[in-house]
């Protein structure tokens, strides 16, 4: 079986690493931005702008799909890609960060987490294994195991136990997939009148699986999740439990103290973040793949990305302003609209503003994923980052989900 | 000089009527359907979609420009076109409609409307030659003149004067743009380092100046303020005070009331209408041009039009729903997405729901303007008009502002 994932160039000056990702619904290089849609959806903009703007992958939260539409739903429509409309790669998460930080009565035992719903209050019950099958319902390209994400500030004790019981979560994830795989098989060559059913089976034939590594804030945890779940052999490898509250140096230093124990060879997804500069220097420290809500959440309030930091363009001193966002971008935004009518339209409260900002913003970090693949490739990733970073000024307090 | 309006055919069995407008910035084919910008944007769709819908004009409200983001602000772009990136033509309000539904402390004398703005309270002042002029800084192709709209139900003394005064408001308006005539073209003419400016001012010296008739729900006063109105020589004829409200045999005899006494050589518009039928049974009474805020509206609560009728997305019946929303149709929602994704969309609260349903919606009046188009110049348009509205059914309740 060839491999997945494939390393292209490595910087010489930091870790930093150029790979392509095989998954069945396309290939996605790396260093990658994952747009987040959430419901289904990335908030504000459609399929064929996703397209547009060379969305590689996008992600889906199970959590959000499994509570609204309902897998019955989902899997009525032939899966999540189907439901959706996107034929590339898609990534779901596992539901634990979500159970964890918006569902209500949460009650985690060994076994899974028993919860209410956020939006109509019903109980539900989501293990390991049933994790898994809904993400394989789902049809998802990339897979991720269920973890427990500790919240910020976490006491050592519980960060240890959680850690502990995280991997054992892992393993039964990793189980459940081996001993579906056959099933699933079957299930695809079961004779049937739907293409789209067969599609969507096939689909799930070659789902990546990628395991969570936890620990918090404590290096010797995280250097023991680390090695427990890659022990475990999965397809990639993700760090969890950062940009939950903590201050950055402690995001980087958990990532530092994960990403040696990492096999070379298999992607590394750091999750849930960040800003621009985040990015680059999670980049420097070996990470491949990125998902956030900042360029669409940000978009929402009046908040656009560009290579000298956020502006907030609610702010008076765009309303005379012709010039684009951002000069010599080319997204959409850009090309065609002024701040001045961009701000007038978000004062307005216009749906078309928060659109064109949407846009940019995912425009600005999927721009920024490319070019700084090509740096990698230049041998030129380390000079770009320190001068990126240093040019880029957060005006605006910015806070990641 | 040429005429700008000009008739192409005439149905036999209706007073239907298939012309062709041209203004500074493109011909209308009508009838036309006219999707409303009020705040300088066609609520959830972006020009660049109003295009791929073939949307011939949008309508600008001047109300709600002249208040947010101020003349200044659009003046500095070189005008709404620019402003609001849209080269096609576009036709403005007098702003009269909004003062009399939406401000505040009106204040209504023969010379004008005094009123407090309802988004920061500011106190303004309209009279019909700044309703003129207010226009004319906003470029726009078709200028109606400021009337008073009177609310429904409308005591006959108050309608008649009201009536009356708007006469004398409209001879105000053209006695403006006859004086104000030579200084646009000399502005035109004056040297200027920049192309935005010309081009501005080129657009402003063919502004189309359209009347509107009067009169509320009274046969008399419906055909008195006609005949008053179309003394004065319009550019094209509007009826105003349609749809406040009012039964549907009432709008209809409003407009049959005032139409025999109108032009057969000019234009002429019902304003702030209306459901498909109605679109229909006005062109049938002789009507060419339309807007209305019920496509994109309506799209925001989930509501759908079709042929059958219109639907709501968030029932029920549609969770597992896999067809388009309308069969056959060519909207971009259509060819895309189903009845399940969309209505998940919308209970979500997700944008993309408004804006496919938005896409669909406003792509069904446009569509069916062209069928009308068509429909007449074979002479088949009284048959389809019949067929439409005996198949059509208004499953929710709609309002239109």
Request: proline residues 5%.
């Amino acid at each position: 079986m060839p491999e997945n994932f494939e390393l292209l160039a490595a910087d010489l000056h930091s870790k930093a690493r150029r790979g392509r990702l095989s998954t069945a619904h396309g290939v996605i290089e790396t260093p990658a931005f994952i747009p987040v849609g959430t419901q289904g959806s990335v908030k504000g903009v459609s399929p064929r702008e996703l397209r547009e703007l060379d969305a590689q992958i996008i992600l889906g939260n199970t959590y959000h799909l499994f509570v609204r539409p309902g897998l019955d739903v989902i899997k009525h429509f032939g899966g999540l890609h189907k439901f959706v409309n996107w034929d590339g790669p898609i990534l779901t998460d596992s539901g634990g960060y979500q159970i964890f930080s918006l569902a209500k009565l949460r009650k985690i035992t060994e076994n899974g987490v028993e919860f209410q719903n956020h939006v109509d209050g019903a109980r539900a019950f989501i293990s390991p294994e049933i994790a898994m099958e809904i993400q394989r319902a789902l049809g998802s390209d990339i897979v991720m195991a269920l973890d427990e994400c500790v919240p910020y500030p976490c006491e050592y004790d519980y960060a240890a136990q959680s850690a502990e019981m995280t991997t054992r979560w892992a393993k039964r994830c990793k189980q459940w997939t081996k001993e579906n795989a056959e099933r699933s098989t079957s299930n695809a060559q079961r004779p049937t009148s739907e293409t789209d059913s067969i599609n969507s089976q096939l689909s799930t034939l070659n789902q990546l699986l990628f395991g969570i590594v936890q620990g918090a804030t404590f290096e010797n945890l995280r250097k023991a999740s680390a090695q427990q779940i890659v022990e475990l052999d999965f397809d990639g490898y993700a760090i969890g439990g950062v940009s939950v509250g903590e201050p950055e140096e402690e995001m980087m230093r958990a990532v530092e103290s994960a990403e040696p124990f990492l096999p070379g060879d298999k992607p590394r997804y750091a999750m849930g973040l960040g800003t621009p500069p985040q990015l680059l220097e999670m980049i420097g420290r070996g990470m491949d793949m990125f998902d956030c809500v900042l360029p669409t959440r940000l978009a929402r309030n009046g908040t656009a990305f560009a290579a000298a930091g956020t502006l907030n363009l609610k702010n008076a001193e765009f309303i005379l302003d012709k010039n684009p966002i951002e000069e010599n971008c080319a997204c959409p935004a850009c090309r065609e609209f002024s701040r001045g009518y961009i701000r007038h339209l978000i004062k307005a409260e216009e749906i078309l503003g928060l659109r064109l900002i949407t846009l940019h913003n995912l425009h600005f970090y999927l721009n920024l994923m490319n070019g700084v693949r090509t740096e990698i490739e230049r041998g030129t990733f380390d000079q770009f980052r320190k001068a990126f970073v240093a040019e880029y000024k957060t005006r605006d307090a910015v806070t990641v989900e």
